[in-house]
């Protein structure tokens, strides 16, 4: 991929607070017009990158561009093409969400005040704001916190939207329409966005990176993710005398285990293999071969949940 | 920027360490005066300091009457204007950068196109004109027409009366950049006030065993920490009395100003 095809790159990009090294050599590339979901369990880092792209922390080795300009020394001429939701939304309590946002956007835009009057009701409608922006935010519940949040991020309509998990405290209604909100954002800007809610990232987004203890594990497009990053595996219910049966499975080469587990005289096998072709051709023929009886035979659908699990799993062997 | 985002807009001009006052001084202002904030603030000084000098003012009068004596009500109002409003200003700002800091509002507001600097010169700026404003200048209005209107000491110089509020003003910004700059340096606000309190009782009681801390004391501005020995240079420019020194003036300008300064160089230097 060409550097200027990025919006996000890092090189080695590293932060320790006192002993602990929180993230450790990131090189995170992130493309133009994508959805990029960077995933990782609580404390992997997520949300110190976060901070170091915006200049809030300083790095303690490597660094990194946005927009090619150096997230160190350019740092506030980057944040002026970027919006960002924190993971905690902390506004002025004694401010409206009408008052929020237009002071949000007076950072950005200096008049005329007919247009920033104009861009704080879109954001009111965007984010259904509407009966309530008038209101001081002290009396705002979560979600509604939330919802703010996302309208002061987009009040600039920024090249780049950094969202720290956008969807928390947010019904479902409110989840689905933050997901439009992205999906409509990719025509003309880039969102970057920290999640837990492995199901929106899989409907969403285009491009995933995961971190586990500071480390990157792995960054790639949500099909190879899905398609290639694991085992395929094969569940099978069988009954009978399996045991020749299963000697003589796991000494395929193409076959990388076999979890056993059994109810009565149900026996079920989840056969992780590394070649599919070879095991389309060969597994069913083998077990028919061995004389069992076999009452289910299905190929495992993975998602991400899965995904993620098993790559967590295996970072941390 | 995308073509969306600029369109019909002007964008904002500001260059430098400046990106973003503008609107944060807005922001700070809108705090202050266009919320009850101001006139409660005002409301407080007026009662510390206005009423308690009628007060005074009335009492020394009917006491002058029976032939006794009570302290002069411009030396009460170097007390009441000096010491108090110090305490108040300690209480005030004590909470204006570690509360942000703490609230996650600081964090939120950096991440937009502004500087740490403006950040902080936001703060100092408009917090010491909205202090200055409702304890010192509008109570100290107050004073010098009670004490033309309904004292024996009559109307002073007007002149005067305005370099000894500078000096009563400068002594309240000391306070204000000293918490500012412990704002920027410590998390705790019990250090971010403590520290000024036992710095506040250094100056004034400590003389008495290191008498040459009244030169560089910031007290002698507006109060005399020993008024048998010295006044205050309020009271010399109200009264038209010889000034005893110029260098806790001048110590009180540099101490005000190295406070700024290391307030912003430790804020730039902070992680949110």
Known sequence: ?317 | MSAIASGQFQLVAEKGWRRGLGNLLQGEYSAWFKSSKWWKHLAMWFSIINLMMVILILASTKIAQEGGEMPEPIFMYGIFGGMFVAFGVMIIMQRVLIAEKHSGTAAWVLSKPVTRTSFVVSRLVVNSIAILLTSVIVPGVIFYMTLGLFSDTGWLPPLGFIAGLLMISLHTFFWIALVLMMGSLFESMGVVIAVPMVLFFIFWMGTGVIPALIYISPLLLAFSPDSGQMSALSVSFMTGAPVFSWLPLIATVVFSVIFVAVAIWRFNRQEF
């Open chain 1, 1 to 317: 991929m060409n550097s200027n095809d990025l919006v996000i790159s890092t090189e080695g990009l590293s932060k320790s607070f006192g002993e602990v090294q929180a993230l450790k050599s990131l090189n995170l590339r992130v493309p133009q017009k994508s959805i990029f979901a960077f995933l990782g369990p609580n404390g992997a880092g997520k949300t110190t990158t976060i901070k170091l792209l915006l200049g809030l922390v300083k790095p303690t080795s490597g660094g990194g561009k946005i927009f090619g300009k150096d997230i160190i020394h350019e740092s506030v001429d980057i944040r002026a093409n970027i919006g960002y939701l924190p993971q905690d939304t902390h506004f002025y309590e004694h401010m409206s969400a009408r008052q929020t946002l237009e002071y949000t956007a007076k950072f950005f835009y200096a008049g005329p005040q007919s247009e920033i009057d104009k861009r704080v009701n879109e954001m009111i409608e965007l984010v259904g704001l509407e009966g309530k922006a008038d209101r001081p935010i002290k009396g705002f519940s979560g979600g509604e916190r939330q919802r703010l949040g996302i309208g002061q991020a987009e009040v600039n309509y920024p090249d780049l939207l950094i969202l720290d998990e956008p969807a928390a405290n947010l019904d479902p209604q409110g989840r689905r329409d933050v997901l439009e909100v992205m999906s409509r954002i990719r025509k003309h800007a880039t969102v970057f966005y920290c999640t837990h809610i492995l199901d929106d990232v899989q409907r969403v987004s285009d491009q995933v990176a995961i971190v586990n203890h500071g480390e990157l594990v792995t960054q790639t497009s949500i099909e190879e993710l899905l398609a290639g990053t694991g085992d395929v595996i094969y569940s099978v219910t069988l009954t009978g005398d399996a045991q020749s049966a299963y000697t003589q499975i796991r000494q395929q080469p193409w076959v990388s285990g076999i979890e056993t587990s059994q109810e009565g005289d149900q026996i079920t096998w989840q056969v992780s293999v590394t070649d599919e072709v070879a095991a389309k051709d060969q597994l069913m023929n083998l077990l028919v071969a061995s004389g069992v009886k076999i009452s289910n035979f299905s190929r495992k659908e993975q998602n991400l949940e899965d995904v993620f699990i098993n790559i967590i799993e295996r970072s941390q062997k």
